[in-house]
């Protein structure tokens, strides 16, 4: 399964609405499709793709997570 299958999933597991159809560009947090427990449970989902901890209060997930294309982005970068 590729990383973006991956993160689908786990976004997609009733954390957004079933109804909406998940592009690289849609905006997940912006737009109030995750809540609190999904963006905790996609920085725990981050962590460990990265295998590093975050430090949460250095970011702002609004402008580095809100597609499926920043997250992946995002996991690249602390990868490399």
Not at 17 to 40: K, V
Not at 42 to 59: F, G, P, R, S, V
């Amino acid at each position: 399964m590729s990383l973006r299958e991956e993160l689908v999933n786990l976004l997609d597991d009733g954390k957004v609405d079933p109804e909406l159809y998940l592009t690289d560009d849609t905006p997940l947090i912006s737009s109030g499709q995750i809540d609190s427990l999904a963006l905790f449970n996609l920085a725990l989902w981050i962590e460990k793709e990265t295998n590093a901890m975050l430090d949460l209060t250095t970011l702002d997930p609004l402008k580095e997570w809100d597609t499926i294309a920043d997250i992946l982005d995002f996991v690249e970068r602390k990868r490399g």
